[in-house]
T-cell receptor, first 115, second 114 residues
Framework: AQTVTQSQPEMSVQEAETVTLSCTYD???????LFWYKQPPSRQMILVIR??????QNATENRFSVNFQKAAKSFSLKISDSQLGDAAMYFC????????????FGKGTHLIIQP | DGGITQSPKYLFRKEGQNVTLSCEQN?????MYWYRQDPGQGLRLIYY???????QKGDIAEGYSVSREKKESFPLTVTSAQKNPTAFYLC?????????????FGSGTQLSVL
């Protein structure tokens, strides 16, 4: 079974600064997807960024980028120019490429933005 | 607007009672999922369904049941066998069945025990 580990229960960053959230995963599969989801206080789950394991290029979405290290099974999220609206729980998730059997989530990192 | 609708937003269960959480999607997605979220925890998979009239147990299916009689609907019943049902329940869907594409989530149901 796959596991996803987020080792930082809480992170704090000054507004406009850059912060990196860590995620590691364990799998024996070669075909898979990795995701970062954001859950603000409203508790709505919002997809931040998605990475296909077969792509070497790191995914980027505006101020959000990932550092995907396949050999190390590491998938960190970098948030640049942090904004107050970035404050939320961030969940790293793993999805097998072999079928729509659901994602495996980490326990989350609570991101605090200091004004 | 296309999306996933969960109802009710809040639900209270008396001891020994079964309760059903509704999940409807109009995205024409094939796969649907139910997740449970406890405080300080990530999401854990309860059940999922890739096609109508078929569903599979997830990691924590005990005490829950589902049905998938229509493509757009995937209700979750929390039975009296679930001894610790207080949690936030999230329904999700995804377009295809061949791979784990991104999930679209509903706004959730908070279930509490009276």
């Amino acid at each position: 079974a796959q596991t996803v580990t987020q080792s930082q229960p809480e992170m704090s960053v000054q507004e406009a600064e850059t912060v990196t959230l860590s995620c590691t995963y364990d799998t024996s599969e070669s075909d898979y997807y990795l995701f970062w989801y954001k859950q603000p206080p409203s508790r709505q789950m919002i997809l931040v960024i998605r990475q296909e394991a077969y792509k070497q290029q790191n995914a980027t979405e505006n101020r959000f980028s990932v550092n995907f290290q396949k050999a190390a099974k590491s998938f960190s999220l970098k948030i640049s120019d942090s904004q107050l609206g970035d404050a939320a729980m961030y969940f790293c998730a793993y999805g097998s490429g072999g079928g729509a059997d659901g994602l495996t989530f980490g326990k989350g990192t609570h991101l605090i933005i200091q004004p | 607007d296309g999306g996933i609708t969960q109802s009710p937003k809040y639900l209270f269960r008396k001891e020994g009672q079964n309760v059903t959480l509704s999940c409807e999607q109009n995205l024409n997605h094939d796969a649907m999922y139910w997740y449970r979220q406890d405080p300080g925890q990530g999401l854990r998979l309860i059940y999922y369904s890739q096609i109508v009239n078929d569903f599979q147990k997830g990691d924590i299916a005990e005490g829950y049941s589902v049905s998938r009689e229509k493509k757009e609907s995937f209700p979750l019943t929390v039975t009296s066998a679930q001894k610790n049902p207080t949690a936030f329940y999230l329904c999700a869907s995804s377009k295809g069945v061949a791979t784990n594409e991104k999930l679209f989530f509903g706004s959730g149901t908070q279930l509490s025990v009276l």
